[in-house]
Structure formats: C-alpha cells, structure tokens
C-alpha cells in the first residue's frame, strides 16, 4: 500500500475574551441584534484574542496540544504548514514565527492563504508531501485565524460575525491505513475585491490617507450572493466523495465551514443527510475562518461524537470549505 497521510492528533485554541450578541447589542445600539444573529446565522457568542496575543500565538497554542494528543515532539515535525489570512506581518511567513516559538527546529515551513478554505487546501497539501516525498513523516497543519485585529467595531456588517481562534491537527504517515483519500479546489477569483482586507499589499499600501479613512479594516466592498455556498457547496462535496470512490451514504461525517448554521442544514437536507450527520460550533465560538473545520471536529470529538484520533474506526469524513476570493476546498478522509 502506498504511504497515506492520517490524523493523529487535534488541538484547539480559544481567546479567553468572551463577546456575546448582547455585548455587541449593546456595543452598536442596534436593538434586535441579538437575537437576529441567532435566528439567521446561530450564532450566540464569539471570543477575540487579548490586546498582546498575536496569531502565531493562537496558533502555537492549538499546536501544543495537538502534538500532546499525537505524543509528538516538536523536533520530530518534518514540516509546518499554516493556513491564515490575518499573519503576524505582510512577511515574513507567520509559520517561521510558530516553528520558532514551538521549537520544532527540523521542521520546514510555509503559509498558505486562500482565506477560510486555508486548512482543508493545507491538508491537501500535506497529504501530497506525506505520499510522495519519504523524509516527510510527520506534519503539523494549523487554521489560525485573529480577524478581530481587523475588524471596524462599529460595522454591523462584520464585527457582529468575526472571532478568533486557531486549530491544528497532526498528519502522519501510514503505509497500512488510508487517511486523506481524494480531494477538490475550485474558485472564481471574480469575487476577489467583494470582501477582504484590502489596504496592506501592493494594491493598497498601507497610507496615512488609508488608515485615516479607515480602509485597513475588514470590509464587504461588494455584496457576495447570498446562495453562494448553497449553490456550490453540495456539489462540491458530490463531487469529492465521488472522487474518493464512495457515496454519501457511506459518509459517517459531514464538517463544514461555521459561517452560517441555516446554510449548513439546508445543505445537508440538499446532501439528503440527516443533521446528526454534521457537527457544528458556530454558537459559541463565533465565525473563526480557516480554524473553524479543526475546531469542529475536536468540538466532536470533546462530546463523544467523534471518536478520538488513534481510537477510530476507518469512520468516513467529508469537509467542505469556503472562503472570500473566492476559494472552496474539499476532502474525504477515513479516520482512525
């Protein structure tokens, strides 16, 4: 059997600070607020990262913990993999900021960023060094998402959505188990100026003018379909768990991007799957992009849903991931 890329171990990390919808009611004198993003998103509470904390250290932190769970060390990781969207800096890549702060001083690094479908194209990636490059046996693969450093807390729009958290999970190699078994990207970058943050980059330098107009922050520039994850989402999934040889009857657990609770059951009744089928944390934790899927699953597995990694039994797993530009990434894995 070929080498085959499995999860070995999960790790989360949580911000201590807690918002709930009545905070930020209150933050925005919208009454109604509260229970509007209960009713349409599920959403109830979100937590942001302390005024000192960066997100190399919501990364850092889930890392540990995910190195614990797999009983890995940080010097035996072969390669750092870290999906973001909000980095410590422009550059250099936050991902060298993490394998310094764990000391896993064998480890090569790079970050990845198509926005909140980072960490299921992350683990693609690493899947594809584990099958095909020999000296890689073990790679950690973080979401670390810190968009409330962004985020215009007068904006009804986004600072009532975006929270902070990271995830990480450990991918090790297996010639006796399938782990990751298909996978699936698509995009259309004519959505790419919609939302973003815009001010930065080359296209946007970061000017005084910028700043004092407040253009650096998170901002919708253009108004996405509101079925855009409807329209695209369960052909995606069709189509990956197709490419991995199953049907969705044999899907054991369906992990979506935590945008939008109405979404993901519309999609899973468009699947023709029952909702126990699905996990979902939006409620308590907010909107956390490229972390959210990792925070689902551990999320699961914490309630005995899922069972934990090394405990499984070649259980069936489709993810799905959706992000602005905009990027979906998919995958089917068996989980052990």
Same mark, same amino acid.
């Given at each position: ?15 201590? &600070?807690?918002?709930?919808?009545e905070? %930020? ?37 889930a890392?540990r913990?995910?190195?614990?769970? @797999? ?7 072969d390669l %750092?993999i ?7 800096? %422009? !550059?250099?890549?936050? !991902? ?29 990636? @690493? ?8 000296? %890689?046996?073990?790679?950690?693969? #973080?979401?670390?998402? =810190? ?8 904006? +009804? ?20 188990r399938?782990?990751? #078994?298909?996978? &699936?990207?698509?995009?259309? =970058? ?5 939302l ?8 946007e330098?970061?000017? /005084?003018?910028?700043?004092?107009? +407040?253009? +650096? ?14 329209k ?11 490419? @991995?040889?199953?049907s ?16 993901i ?11 126990? &089928?699905? +996990? ?5 934790? $907010?909107?956390? $992009? !490229? ?5 689902a699953?551990?999320?699961? /597995? ?7 990694? =090394? ?5 069936? #797993? ?12 998919? @995958? ?5």
């Amino acid at each position: 059997m070929v080498r085959s890329a499995v999860i070995t171990g999960l790790g989360i990390y949580i911000p201590e &600070k807690m918002l709930t919808n009545e905070d %930020i009611e209150k933050m925005l004198d919208r009454p109604g607020t509260a229970d509007w993003l209960v009713k349409n998103v599920g959403i109830e509470e979100r937590h942001i990262m302390a005024d000192d904390e960066v997100t190399s250290d919501l990364a850092l932190h889930a890392s540990r913990e995910a190195l614990e769970d @797999a009983d890995v060390e940080p010097e035996d990781l072969d390669l %750092i993999i870290l999906s973001t969207d909000t980095p410590d800096y %422009i !550059s250099p890549a936050t !991902s060298v900021v993490v394998q310094y702060k764990l000391g896993a001083k064998n480890a090569g690094t790079f970050d990845v960023n198509c926005a909140c479908a980072g960490l299921v194209t992350a683990m693609d990636i @690493a899947s594809r060094y584990i099958q095909t490059d020999p000296e %890689i046996e073990r790679v950690l693969v #973080i979401g670390a998402y =810190g968009m409330t450093k962004f985020v215009d807390w007068t904006d +009804h729009y986004t600072c009532t959505l975006f929270a902070d958290a990271a995830g990480a999970m450990i991918l090790e190699a297996d010639e006796d188990r399938e782990g990751l #078994i298909a996978s &699936k990207l698509i995009a259309d =970058g004519s959505f790419h100026d919609h939302l973003g943050i815009f001010v930065g980059g080359t296209a946007e330098p970061p000017t /005084v003018e910028a700043i004092q107009n +407040h253009r +650096h922050h998170l901002a919708f520039r253009k108004r996405f379909p509101a079925d855009t994850n409807l329209k695209h989402w369960p052909q995606l999934t069709r189509d990956c768990v197709s490419k @991995a040889n199953l049907s969705l009857a044999d899907i054991d657990w369906f992990f979506f991007t935590q945008v939008n609770l109405r979404t993901i059951e519309a999609v899973m009744r468009e699947l023709d799957a029952p909702l126990e &089928k699905t +996990h979902n944390v939006m409620d308590k934790w $907010g909107y956390t $992009g !490229s972390a959210c899927i990792a925070l689902a699953m551990y999320d699961a /597995v914490d309630q005995g849903k899922l069972p934990p990694p =090394g405990q499984g039994n070649g259980e069936n #797993i489709a993810l799905c991931s959706s992000g602005g530009g905009f990027n979906m990434a998919a @995958a089917v894995l068996k989980w052990w």
